[in-house]
């Protein structure tokens, strides 16, 4: 069973980096569970059409929203 995500909302008055930071601790366990979702799916898949698929995409350098999610039938 996977770990679960807490989400601790930053103190009311906490510096854009304190914020930067309390995003980063909510969102890097989100990834890591997708990750894992994504390797799940592939061992549990069958290789053929119709299986369903997940893709974690980076698109680039300064981009927040990393990984993208592209499903595949
Ligand atoms: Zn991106």
Redesign the pocket.
Known sequence: MAAKIIFQAPPPRASAHEIALSAANVINPINQRLEELRLRLRETQPVKVGSVTLGL????RG??????LKWSI
């Not at 981009?63 to 993208?68: F, K, Q, S, V």
Request: with cysteine; aromatic share 10%; hydrophobic share 20%.
């Open positions: 995409y980076a698109c680039g981009c927040l929203t990393c990984p993208h």
